[in-house]
């Protein structure tokens, strides 16, 4: 009858089970940068050479395709609806992007740029019509373009409605995951390099990140609440310096109040991370060069769960799965032992 009434006290947000990197493919002479995951079976990868991935079940087989044309470019962001729809992002010079409708056996040129200094970021879409490309500032704005018909066309926003960059900020095509869903019609996107902020319809608000060279500010935003896309309140920033990667100081903050105020955590990921991805509301991932971090409280405090480094880690839009994804063609799966 004792045994009844005992009382385990665990900390606020701490989880029976503790998270773990299980490794599923790797050994291609490719970085991969790109990652969605469409359900736990079905996810996307793309990277340079041309190289785009796919599996359909949750990464015990793979299909691993170059991009016809293309076995040059470098592929930082993918958006995939299901298993045979996706569109891949080429960055620079001339940036594409380019849509698949039958699996990666063919793909359709569906936007090209060739303006000199042009550089795409990274995607994101609302559903399966909506979405948005960021990209580096031309002449002082930075760019950005929509689509409403599911990637299958782009129009550019008029560049006098475009943000204003500060000299030496741009974004990072790290992750594919600057720019995130803010609630049903507004995204928001951050920015590094001479200066950090968070750009949304709003005044552009200033991140308490590293900054001030080339290599720093952030690479990545989160938005909790942005699969409901009721308004997301939370959201966490990762960036730091990448020619400093083990630095813990000016690489994670994290707010309550849609980024009216900025909160560092008490114990921060371990160097600098280049993407960040919500699990759950307490439940958040990081990685980068020197490995992958695990919050348990929201982004208050970080403890690494393995030194093997990835560029992106996405949860599945439909289902529980959370994949990461970096060089030497390296694909994962986060368990639970």
């Given at each position: 009858?004792?045994?009844?009434?005992?009382?385990?006290?665990?900390?606020?947000?701490?989880?029976?089970?503790?998270?773990?990197?299980?490794?599923l493919t790797s050994g291609t002479k490719t970085s991969l940068?790109?990652?969605?995951?469409?359900?736990?079976?079905?996810?996307?990868?793309?990277?340079?050479?041309?190289?785009?991935?796919?599996?359909?079940?949750?990464?015990?087989?793979?299909?691993w395709m170059t991009v016809q044309g293309f076995e040059k470019n470098d592929f930082r962001d993918i958006e995939a609806f299901d298993a045979t729809t996706?569109?891949?992002?080429?960055?620079?010079?001339?940036?594409?992007?380019?849509?698949?409708?039958?699996?990666?056996?063919?793909?359709?040129?569906?936007?090209?740029?060739?303006?000199?200094?042009?550089?795409?970021?990274?995607?994101?879409f609302w559903n399966e019509q909506a979405g948005i490309?960021?990209?580096?500032?031309?002449?002082?704005?930075?760019?950005?373009?929509?689509?409403?018909?599911g990637g299958s066309s782009w129009q550019e926003i008029p560049f006098d409605k475009r943000p204003v960059?500060?000299?030496?900020?741009?974004?990072?095509?790290?992750?594919?995951?600057?720019?995130?869903?803010?609630?049903?019609d507004e995204a928001v996107f951050v920015s590094g390099g001479l200066r950090s902020r968070m750009f949304s319809q709003s005044t552009p608000r200033v991140l308490p990140l590293s900054q001030g060279k080339e290599t720093t500010g952030a690479n990545s935003i989160a938005v909790w609440d942005n699969r409901r896309l009721r308004g997301g309140k939370r959201m966490i920033v990762v960036g730091g310096d990448f020619a400093a990667d083990s630095l813990r100081t000016g690489n994670c903050v994290y707010t309550s109040n849609r980024g009216k105020t900025w909160q560092v955590p008490a114990t921060p990921p371990h160097g600098y991370r280049s993407c960040v991805e919500y699990f759950s509301k307490r439940d958040v991932f990081s990685c980068g060069l020197n490995g992958v971090d695990y919050s348990a409280d929201g982004?208050?405090?970080?403890?690494?769960?393995?030194?093997?480094?990835?560029?992106?880690?996405?949860?599945?839009?439909?289902?529980?799965?959370?994949?990461?994804?970096?060089?030497n063609?390296?694909?994962?799966?986060?368990i639970w032992k």
């Open positions: 009858m004792v045994a009844m009434f005992i009382i385990f006290i665990l900390p606020w947000g701490v989880r029976a089970q503790k998270p773990d990197v299980l490794l940068r790109g990652l969605s995951v469409v359900n736990d079976h079905v996810l996307w990868v793309s990277g340079n050479n041309g190289t785009v991935g796919k599996t359909t079940n949750g990464g015990k087989s793979w299909k996706a569109i891949i992002m080429s960055v620079a010079e001339p940036a594409y992007i380019l849509k698949t409708t039958n699996g990666g056996e063919t793909w359709k040129v569906v936007y090209e740029n060739r303006t000199k200094g042009m550089f795409l970021d990274a995607m994101e490309v960021v990209g580096d500032p031309i002449d002082g704005k930075f760019f950005i373009a929509r689509s409403f018909d960059a500060d000299s030496g900020e741009a974004c990072f095509a790290a992750s594919g995951t600057n720019v995130r869903a803010l609630d049903r982004g208050r405090n970080w403890y690494r769960i393995t030194r093997e480094g990835f560029h992106v880690c996405r949860a599945a839009r439909l289902g529980t799965a959370i994949y990461l994804a970096g060089s063609g390296r694909v994962a799966k986060i």
